[in-house]
């Protein structure tokens, strides 16, 4: 698919999207996830390497806390903590979006979405694996873009990004 049919709006530019992205989301909520549990346990415990502490008047008396020096860190871990929460759900929710279009493919079409946006293979390359020419990989391929119908925001999917996002710590 060429960038200017994907611009002009054809019924595959919203599946080739969900489905270009997919992988990325995938990592990129694994990324975020780790990346809020570490501040997370890092500001519950004052940092790494310092002593613990409950509140601003024991930390002034403990030896070794990083609270002694301010609590400039403290608050911009919190902050980045609430910033990689807002990017948690604009990633979750197209990683779900992507999810569920992949649950409804059969095996097949799973195979060639796989082949095409996870491994990132050409026509020729799935044409050889797959011992078909590269026009009927080309027809399959679209004909399983044309069944995304795209991913309307019900409850159910709220519900999902929701579950996905609380579990992370923070």
């Known amino acids: 698919m060429s960038i200017k049919s994907t611009l002009s709006g054809s019924p595959c530019s919203a599946a080739e999207a969900v489905l270009g992205s997919y992988v990325y989301n ?25 002593v ?3 509140d601003k008047e024991e930390a002034k008396y403990k030896k070794g806390s990083r609270n002694n020096s301010g609590n400039e860190w403290y ?6 903590i609430e910033d990689l929460k807002e990017e948690l759900w604009d990633v979750t929710y197209e990683m779900i979006k992507g999810t569920r279009f992949l649950q409804s ?28 020419d590269r ?9 399983m873009l044309e069944q995304y119908k795209g ?19 923070g």
């Open 26 to 50: 995938v990592n990129r909520y694994c990324e975020i996830k780790d990346r809020i549990e570490d501040l997370a346990a890092k500001r519950s415990t004052g940092g790494v390497g310092s």
């Open 105 to 132: 493919l059969n095996d097949d079409d799973l195979e060639l979405a796989t082949a095409f946006y996870e491994e990132r293979l050409s026509q020729n390359e799935i044409a050889d694996r797959l011992y078909l």
């Open 151 to 169: 991913t309307r925001a019900d409850k159910s999917l709220f519900a999902e990004v929701m579950t996905l996002v609380s579990n992370v710590a």
């Open 52 to 54: 613990a502490w409950k």
């Open 75 to 80: 608050v911009e871990a919190g902050m980045e």
């Open 135 to 143: 026009s009927n990989v080309s027809r399959r391929r679209v004909k």
